[in-house]
C-alpha cells in the first residue's frame, strides 16, 4: 500500500514515496523543485509534473499517465501510487472574518479553531466591540473574507445576540459581489443552525459544525476544524495559480501542511511520554507544536518567514530583535535592504557571511516570537526537538543545521535533535486519520534525519573555564572522559541509532543540566553525535559586537568541523545610520506622466464614473 | 546533479510577451475584451470599483414605523439607483410631505429589512492593455493577459504607477543636474533611465523635471516612502541597496532611447506574481525568432544568467559548468552551485538559487 504526498511550499514543492519494505512502511523516495506560482508559470500543477518526474528519475516509479494524471491505485507495474496526498502552505493565507459573542469565549474558542490552518484573522465582530450596525456592516464589506467564522451562544441558550450578529452578517454579505462571496461557518448554538441556513439561503454558501462552546465549561474545536478544511479547499479552488485543479486531484483535495506538525508531535509525546517540540520557519509561515503526553499546544503564524514575509517579521520583531544576533556592525538599512530584497526573491540564499548571519538572525527572531507566542520560556526543555523548513535544513552541514535548532529555542537540558529535510511531517499528517499504522512505522524507520543528542548546560558559564565533564560508557568499548570549557561545544562521534551512557557532572557555581548538577542518562547518535554545549544560558546574553564574532563563529567551527571564519575587523567597527530622508522638498509640479493637468485627469475620471454601475456590478 | 528549473526575469529586446493585467484583488469590475481580441496600447481591457463607504439609513425609524414591511410602500428609490444629498429616498411622495433624503452621493446598494444602504462611488479603474497584441486569455470580472512581440525587460519592484512615454537615458551627466528651461529638460514627460542607484536628489530632481517615469537598478529601502509619493513610475530592475544596472538591461534600454513604452512599475504584493516591467511593441524583421518564455527551461552550461544577492549581485554571467556536489561556500553553508564566468574571465560559484536567466 504506497503512499504519494505532495506538499506545495510557498519556495518549495515536495514529493515523497511511502511504500512498505519487507511488510514496513518506509520512506523510500524523495524529489524537490521550485514551487511554480511565479512567472512565467503561475500554475502550480507544473511544479507537480516536475517533481512527479524527478521522482521518477529517483524511484524508477512511474507516477503519471501520458496526459499528465496521477496514477492512483498503485498499478501491478508499480506505477502510481494507493493513496495520493496533496498538502499546502504556500499562498496567500486564508482571510478569515470571526463573528461571536464574548472576546474572552466564543471568540477565543474561535480563535482557537482557526489556529492550525493558514488563516489571517483580517476583522473580529463581537457584541462589546462599540460599534453600530453600519460600522461593522463596513468592517465586513472591507475586510474582504474568504471565510466567515461564526460562533457564540451555548447549545439551547439565549439565541437574541447571535441573531443581531446574523442580521449584519445577511445584508452585510448580500452587498458582496455574487463571485466573491465568503463560505460561512457557523459553530455556535446548535439550536439555530437551520435558521442559519435559511438566513444565508441565497447570499452565501454555509457550513454548520458542532458548537465550539457547548457549554460554558466545554470547548469543542474539532468540527469546526473539519469545516475549515473544507472551507480551505474550497479557497484553493478559486484563488488561482492551479489550486482549483490541485483540490480536484484527490479526494481529501488540498490539506495544511501545519497540521502534521500538531499531529506529529502529539503522536510523538503521547507515544513515548516525552516533550516534544516542532518548529518550522518557512517562507511565509511559521508554525510551532509543544505537545507532552496529555496535551499540545500550537502556533501558526502567517505573518512570520525569513522569504515572503520576512518583511512583516521584521515589522513584528524590530530591527533590534535581528541585530542581537549579528556578529558585527549593521545600520538599520543594511538589514532593511536585505529584508526588502528577501521579500521580492524569497528563494535565494545567503551568499555570503553577512547574509548568512542576516538570514539566521531573522530566524532566531522568528523562532523566539513562535516561543513567546506558546509560553515557551527563554530556555525551554525538550526530549525531542523537530526542525523542519529550508531554513534549518538547507545548510548543508548537520551541525549547522542541529546549531540553529538549539540556538532557535536557546534550548536547554538533554535534547534529541531531529531534522526534517523531506518535508515528510506534512504528509504524515496528511496520512494519519487514514494510515496512523504508516506514520509510526515511518518515524520508527528513522524517516527523520536523526542528528544527535545534544547536553546543554543552563546559567552563565564561566568563559574558557571548565564547565561540563562527561564520562561516556559504549557497551564493548573503554570509558571516554570529555572536558568542555565554558561558551564551547564539543562533539562526540555517536552513530546513528547507536546508544551510549553518560555520566554527566556540571562544573561550576550556579550552572546545571535539566535542574541538576550530576545526572546519568542514555544518548541515542544520529549524525552529528554526541553535543556537549556548554555555552550555558540563555545565549549571547548583553554581549558586544567584537565577542559575538568570537564566538558565534567559533560555535559553527566547533560543531561543524569546518575552520573557523574570521569577522574583519572593520566590520565591528560603529557605524553611522545614514540619514533618512529629509522633510524639505522642493514643490512637485501636480502633472501627470501623461502631460495633464490634475484637474484634467480628474475630470476624465468624472467621465468614466458615468459608465453604467450596473455593468461592473453585474459583469 | 538533478535538473533545476531556474529563476527566469526576461531583459529581452525581442521577446513574446504574455502581459497580465488585473484589476486590484479588492476590486470588482468586468472584463472588456473577449479572447482572441486584438486590442491597442491603450485600449481599455478591464473596469473596475474598490468598495466605498456604506451608509446605512434606518428608513422604519425614521417613519417610526411597526414593521420593516411597511418601509416598502414610503420607498422612492430602487437598488442601484444613483442617489446624491438633494434625493429623497423614502417620504410619500417626491416633491412634498415628509421625506428622508440620501445623506451622501452614492448608489442604492439595498433596500431591505428597513434600511436603506447607499454605497458612495469611488473613481472607476480603467486598466489599459498597455501593449498592442492579441487577449490570450480571460479572467472574469479580474483582468486578462495579452500576448504580443516586443521587449520585455522586468523589474523587481515598483512604487504602482504607470505611464507611456518615451525613454532618455540618463547619458554620461547626471540626470539630477539637467536644466530645466521654459520649456523644460529633455527628460521631460520621458521615462528616465539610471544606471546607478537612486538618490533622494534623484526623487526630488524627476518631480521637479516632470518626468514620466524613472527607471533604474536600486535604491535604499530609506527610500521606499518618498518613491511611494510620488507621482511618476519608479521601477527597480536589481533590488534595493546600491547595485549598478547591468551592461544588458542598460544595453536594452540604450537601443530604446527615443521609443515610446510602457512603464508598469507594478509594486510587488506578498502573494501576487505580478511583476513590474517595461514594455513596447516591436516587430520582428525577417528571420528574427522571439524568445519565448519557457516553462520548462532549465539550467545548462552556456546559459546567460544575473548573479542575485551577495557580492557580485546584479553581475551576468554565463554558466560553465554545475557541479555534482554540494559546493561550500565561503559563509560556510554547502549548497548547489553553478560555477558562473563573470565579465572579465572571473569565475564564481553561485548558488542554484540566486541565479536568474535574463536572455
Known amino acids: 500500500m504506497s503512499i504519494l504526498a505532495v506538499d506545495f511550499g510557498s519556495v518549495h514543492t515536495r514529493a515523497l514515496l511511502i511504500d512498505q519494505v519487507n511488510g514496513v512502511y518506509q520512506l523510500v523516495g524523495f524529489a524537490r523543485t521550485r514551487t511554480t506560482d511565479d512567472f512565467p508559470v503561475q500554475n502550480v500543477t507544473v ?112 439565541s437574541a445576540p447571535v441573531l443581531e450578529l446574523l442580521h449584519v452578517m445577511t445584508l452585510s454579505l448580500s452587498l458582496v459581489d455574487r463571485r466573491r462571496r465568503p463560505t460561512v461557518i457557523y459553530a455556535g448554538n446548535a439550536a439555530l443552525g437551520q435558521d442559519v441556513i435559511t438566513r444565508f439561503e441565497g447570499v452565501a454558501e454555509v457550513l454548520v459544525a458542532e458548537n465550539v462552546r457547548p457549554d460554558m465549561r466545554t470547548e469543542s474545536v474539532g468540527s469546526a476544524r473539519s469545516m475549515l478544511t473544507r472551507a480551505f479547499n474550497r479557497y484553493a479552488e478559486r484563488r488561482g495559480y492551479g489550486f482549483a485543479e490541485l483540490a480536484l486531484l484527490t479526494p481529501s483535495g488540498v490539506m495544511p501542511s501545519a497540521r502534521g506538525y500538531v499531529t506529529i508531535a502529539g503522536y510523538l509525546a503521547q507515544a513515548k511520554r516525552e516533550r516534544v517540540i516542532a518548529l518550522d520557519v518557512g517562507s511565509g509561515a511559521s508554525i510551532l507544536a509543544v505537545a507532552n503526553a496529555k496535551d499540545t499546544d500550537f502556533s501558526i503564524r502567517t505573518d512570520l518567514g525569513v522569504g515572503h514575509n520576512a518583511q512583516s517579521l521584521l515589522d513584528v520583531v524590530g530591527i533590534d530583535e535581528v541585530r542581537r544576533w549579528l556578529p558585527f556592525e549593521a545600520t538599520r538599512s543594511e538589514v532593511r535592504n536585505y529584508v526588502a530584497n528577501k521579500t521580492l526573491r524569497p528563494s535565494i540564499i545567503p551568499s555570503n557571511l553577512r547574509e548568512l548571519y542576516l538570514e539566521h538572525g531573522l530566524l532566531r527572531a522568528a523562532a523566539g516570537v513562535m516561543g513567546r507566542s506558546t509560553g515557551l520560556g527563554g530556555a525551554p526543555e525538550a526530549d525531542v526537538l523537530i526542525l523542519g523548513g529550508a531554513a534549518f535544513n538547507d545548510t548543508g552541514n548537520a551541525g549547522y543545521t542541529a546549531l540553529l535548532g538549539l540556538d532557535a529555542l536557546g534550548i536547554a537540558g538533554v535534547v534529541r535533535l531531529y531534522s526534517d529535510p523531506y518535508g515528510l511531517t506534512a504528509a504524515l499528517g496528511a496520512v494519519a486519520a487514514s494510515r496512523a499504522e504508516a506514520v509510526v512505522q515511518v518515524l520508527d524507520e528513522g524517516g527523520y534525519a536523526e542528528l544527535g543528542t545534544a547536553i546543554c548546560v543552563s546559567g552563565r558559564v564561566r568563559p574558557d573555564k571548565p564547565t561540563l565533564r562527561v564520562v561516556l560508557e559504549q557497551q564493548g568499548q573503554p570509558n571516554r572522559e570529555f572536558v568542555v570549557n565554558g561558551g564551547h561545544i564539543r562533539t562526540i562521534s555517536l552513530g546513528i541509532g547507536e546508544r551510549a551512557k553518560l555520566k554527566i557532572r556540571v562544573l561550576g557555581g550556579g550552572l546545571d543540566v535539566k535542574g541538576r548538577r550530576s545526572l546519568k542518562v542514555e544518548v541515542i547518535g544520529g549524525v552529528v553525535g554526541v553535543i556537549l554545549d556548554a555555552r550555558g544560558r540563555p545565549l549571547l546574553h548583553h554581549t558586544t559586537v567584537a565577542q559575538r564574532a568570537e564566538l558565534m563563529t567559533r560555535w559553527v567551527s566547533e560543531i561543524t568541523g569546518d575552520e573557523k571564519l574570521t569577522i574583519p575587523a572593520e566590520w565591528l567597527k560603529t557605524v553611522d545610520e545614514p540619514k533618512l530622508p529629509g522633510e524639505a522638498r522642493p514643490k512637485r509640479v501636480r502633472r501627470t506622466s501623461r502631460g495633464n493637468s490634475r484637474q484634467q485627469v480628474e475630470s476624465e475620471k468624472a467621465e468614466v464614473a458615468d459608465v453604467s454601475l450596473d455593468d461592473l456590478r453585474n459583469g | 546533479m538533478s535538473v533545476f528549473y531556474p529563476e527566469q526575469r526576461p531583459a529581452h529586446k525581442l521577446a513574446v510577451i504574455q502581459r497580465s493585467v488585473t484589476l486590484p484583488e479588492e476590486a470588482s469590475g468586468i472584463v472588456t475584451v473577449v479572447s482572441d481580441q486584438h486590442v491597442d496600447v491603450r485600449d481599455i481591457v478591464a473596469r473596475g470599483l474598490i468598495p466605498g463607504k456604506f451608509v446605512v439609513v434606518d428608513v422604519k425609524a425614521f417613519f417610526k414605523l411597526k414593521s420593516a414591511d411597511d418601509v416598502d410602500e414610503l420607498l422612492l428609490v430602487s437598488v442601484d439607483d444613483e442617489v446624491d444629498e438633494l434625493k429623497p429616498l423614502a417620504g410619500q411622495s417626491n416633491g412634498r410631505g415628509r421625506r428622508l433624503f440620501s445623506p451622501i452621493t452614492g448608489r442604492v446598494a439595498s433596500t431591505s429589512d428597513g434600511f436603506v444602504v447607499v454605497e458612495q462611488l469611488n473613481a472607476v479603474i480603467d486598466l489599459e492593455a498597455g501593449l498592442r497584441g492579441t487577449v490570450t486569455e480571460v479572467y ?121 513604452i510602457t512603464l508598469d512599475a507594478a509594486r510587488p504584493q506578498v502573494w501576487d506574481a505580478r511583476r513590474p516591467e517595461a514594455v513596447m511593441n516591436v516587430q520582428p524583421k525577417k528571420g528574427d525568432v522571439p524568445n519565448r518564455p519557457s516553462p520548462h527551461l532549465t539550467l545548462r552550461g552556456g546559459m546567460a544568467v544575473r548573479v542575485v544577492g551577495g557580492d557580485y549581485s546584479g553581475q551576468l554571467g554565463s554558466v560553465v559548468n554545475l557541479p555534482n556536489e554540494l559546493v561550500l561556500l565561503d559563509n560556510g553553508l554547502r549548497v548547489p552551485c553553478a560555477l558562473v564566468e563573470l565579465s572579465g574571465d572571473q569565475r564564481i560559484y553561485a548558488p542554484l538559487t540566486n541565479l536568474e536567466v535574463i536572455g
Open chain 1, 47 to 158: 511544479g507537480l509534473g516536475r517533481v512527479l518526474n524527478l521522482l521518477t528519475d529517483t524511484s524508477g516509479r512511474k507516477f503519471t499517465n501520458p496526459d499528465g494524471r496521477v496514477i492512483s491505485p498503485e498499478q501491478p507495474d508499480r506505477s502510481g501510487a494507493d493513496t495520493f496526498v496533496v498538502t499546502a502552505s504556500g499562498g496567500r493565507p486564508l482571510r478569515a472574518l470571526v463573528v461571536g459573542l464574548m472576546p474572552s469565549i466564543s471568540i477565543a474558542s474561535a480563535l482557537k479553531a482557526l489556529s492550525n490552518t493558514y488563516v489571517s484573522v483580517v476583522e473580529t465582530l463581537h457584541l462589546a466591540d462599540g460599534r453600530d450596525f453600519e460600522s461593522r456592516l463596513n468592517a465586513v464589506l472591507h475586510a474582504f473574507p474568504d471565510v466567515v467564522f461564526i460562533v457564540g451562544g451555548t447549545d439551547g441558550g439565549a
Open chain 2, 140 to 260: 472574469a470580472g479580474h483582468g486578462t493577459t495579452i500576448e504580443a512581440t516586443g521587449t520585455q525587460i522586468q523589474g523587481v519592484w515598483g512604487n504602482g504607477g504607470r505611464a507611456i512615454a518615451v525613454v532618455a537615458n540618463e547619458g554620461q551627466n547626471p540626470f539630477e543636474s539637467a536644466a530645466i528651461d521654459v520649456m523644460g529638460s529633455r527628460f521631460s514627460n520621458c521615462v528616465v533611465v539610471l544606471r546607478r542607484p537612486i538618490t533622494e536628489q534623484v526623487l526630488h530632481a524627476a518631480a521637479a523635471q516632470n518626468v514620466a517615469g524613472v527607471v533604474a537598478p536600486s535604491m535604499s529601502v530609506d527610500l521606499t516612502e518618498l518613491a511611494h509619493e510620488q507621482l511618476y513610475p519608479v521601477m527597480l530592475i536589481e533590488g534595493f541597496g546600491e547595485m549598478r544596472l547591468n551592461r544588458a538591461v542598460a544595453q536594452v534600454f540604450q537601443d530604446l532611447e527615443g521609443i515610446q
